[in-house]
Structures are given as structure tokens and as C-alpha cells.
T-cell receptor, first 112, second 117 residues
Framework: GDSVTQMEGPVTLSEEAFLTINCTYTATGYPSLFWYVQYPGEGLQLLLKATKADDKGSNKGFEATYRKETTSFHLEKGSVQVSDSAVYFCALISGGYNKLIFGAGTRLAVHP | GAVVSQHPSRVICKSGTSVKIECRSLDFQATTMFWYRQFPKKSLMLMATSNEGSKATYEQGVEKDKFLINHASLTLSTLTVTSAHPEDSSFYIC?????????????FGEGSRLTVL
């Protein structure tokens, strides 16, 4: 079945460092891809999405490009802030319904 | 503000008792809601799709008699963990869609942490 694999955390960075969180997927058909973020004590929030190959999703300085050839959707940010500390989940929808399949989540800790 | 609300946020119960968790969509009507279970340091596992006015659709491996789901109105879905045991202790999260099908525009509740003693 469909699945999402993302790098294990935690990822610990200093403020203003470059961030990459890897995400690859397995799916039949052509899935839509998402990154969700869960800040401490809060529910998940949609961070960005891409619905077709070569699309780039972006929000709050984060970017991810839908790479069909490598079945990847890596999350990047050029300069992280302490406020970016959270758990990041890569996810997909396949089949046209809003049923999300999540990766294991990657915890990011940013230090001043 | 939150558009999907869960209650209670934390619950502790004795083994063998049943616990009900509510999920409400606050600003929109949701014909479909999703229930997830989040294990420590692991991913969210989709448990079931809750359909208003009809039976829930359970994912493979999820016991429907153990996790009862009722979606009685367009703004409320409930998850009842029946005869809870310590292994049922977990973080349960619901979500509801405010966007078009397939868009992933889901709103998530804050989650409910269940501890079974």
C-alpha cells in the first residue's frame, strides 16, 4: 500500500542554519504531497503542499518540490528560527479522497 | 482559532472502563472526519474514517468493536474506546476537511491523550 518514509530525528540546528528533512513516498497513481507541522501543545497544521510533479510548495520560508523521478518531497528552509522548533510530518493523499498517509514525523529543535 | 476541537484533552481511566472522545468541527460542517492514533515517536496511524449518518470505515487491523465511532451530526464525531487496557494508552487525534476532496485541506484537533491504568 501507499507509504511515506521520512528521516528520523531529532534534528538539532543552530538558529539561521539550513534545514533539510528528507521524505520519500511509495504510491500507486499520482499522489498529492503535503508537509504538516505540529508545534508543541498544538494540533497539526498544513505547512505546504504540491499536487503534481515538479510543483513547488512554499510557506513561511519552507519549500518542497514534488520530484516524481525520485519519489521525493524533501522539506527545506534556508535559515531556521527557534520558533520553527516542532515536529514535521510528510504525508500523501492518493485516490482523490482526503485520507492522509503520514510519515513517522521528524522532530526539529533549533537553538539560539 | 481552532476550527476542530477535541474533548477531553487528557483522560485517565481504569482498565476495563470505556472512554468517549468527542471531535467537533466549529466553523463548518464535516460529512467526513478521520480518527488517528499517534504512538510515541512514531507516525499518526489512520484508524478510521467517520461518515455522517452511516457506519465508519475502519483501516485494516483496527478493531471496530474496540473503537466505536459515531458520527451523528455534521459537526460531531465520537470515538469510544471500549473496555480500555493499558495498551490502548495513546494520543488520539481527529481531523475534518474544510476543503475540496483530495486537497488535503484538513483541520486537526488538538488531540486527546488517553492513559489507561
Amino acid at each position: 500500500g501507499d507509504s511515506v518514509t521520512q528521516m528520523e530525528g531529532p534534528v538539532t540546528l543552530s538558529e539561521e542554519a539550513f534545514l533539510t528533512i528528507n521524505c520519500t513516498y511509495t504510491a500507486t497513481g499520482y499522489p498529492s504531497l503535503f508537509w504538516y507541522v505540529q508545534y508543541p501543545g498544538e494540533g497539526l497544521q498544513l505547512l505546504l503542499k504540491a499536487t503534481k510533479a515538479d510543483d513547488k510548495g512554499s510557506n513561511k520560508g519552507f519549500e518542497a518540490t514534488y520530484r516524481k523521478e525520485t519519489t521525493s518531497f524533501h522539506l527545506e528552509k534556508g535559515s531556521v528560527q527557534v520558533s520553527d522548533s516542532a515536529v514535521y510530518f510528510c504525508a500523501l493523499i492518493s485516490g482523490g479522497y482526503n485520507k492522509l498517509i503520514f510519515g513517522a514525523g521528524t522532530r526539529l529543535a533549533v537553538h539560539p | 482559532g481552532a476550527v476542530v476541537s477535541q474533548h477531553p484533552s487528557r483522560v485517565i481511566c481504569k482498565s476495563g472502563t470505556s472512554v468517549k472522545i468527542e471531535c467537533r468541527s466549529l466553523d463548518f460542517q464535516a460529512t467526513t472526519m478521520f480518527w488517528y492514533r499517534q504512538f510515541p515517536k512514531k507516525s499518526l496511524m489512520l484508524m478510521a474514517t467517520s461518515n455522517e449518518g452511516s457506519k465508519a470505515t475502519y483501516e485494516q487491523g483496527v478493531e471496530k468493536d474496540k473503537f466505536l465511532i459515531n458520527h451523528a451530526s455534521l459537526t460531531l464525531s465520537t470515538l469510544t474506546v471500549t473496555s480500555a487496557h493499558p495498551e490502548d494508552s495513546s494520543f488520539y487525534i481527529c481531523s475534518a476537511g474544510g476543503g475540496r476532496e483530495g486537497t488535503g485541506e484538513l483541520f486537526f484537533g488538538e488531540g486527546s491523550r488517553l492513559t489507561v491504568l
